[in-house]
């Protein structure tokens, strides 16, 4: 299920050299329920690029850099969609929510909340 989205942050910086992940915003991922090492999945919003890496905490700055080879699928400045997932047990599913944060154009939290309901099954 999708657990949390961090929507339409912004690209700070990109680090080819650095082994792998996204670096985030230590804020950011308080807000979106995010753990240091977590899997994520980032949507590009400028190119359509998708892909699948670990969550790092970073500085409280606004901070989203992606690092290693995912590098080469954004470049600054570009805007993107952090996605988290978690698994739970059937019977929990119909009233699962997932947490929602929205991010200005300096990735500072504009909104955060929980979808209200439940989509219909």
């Known amino acids: 299920m999708l657990k949390s ?10 680090n080819l050299d650095y082994e792998g992940s996204i670096t985030i915003d230590e804020g950011l ?4 329920d995010i753990l240091p090492y977590e899997q994520v999945q980032v949507l590009n919003l400028n190119n359509g690029a998708r892909f699948t890496t670990y969550a790092i905490k970073g500085e409280r700055s606004g901070e989203i850099c992606i690092n290693g080879a995912a590098a080469r699928l954004a470049a600054k400045g570009n805007i993107i969609i952090i996605l988290s997932y978690c698994h739970i047990a ?3 599913a119909p009233g699962f929510l997932p947490r929602l944060v929205y991010v200005d154009a300096n990735n500072a939290v504009v909104d ?6 439940a989509l219909p099954l």
């Open 5 to 14: 989205k961090i929507h339409r942050a912004r690209v700070s910086t990109v």
């Open 29 to 32: 991922m308080r807000a979106a």
């Open 90 to 92: 059937d019977d929990e």
């Open 112 to 117: 955060t909340k929980w979808l209200t309901e």
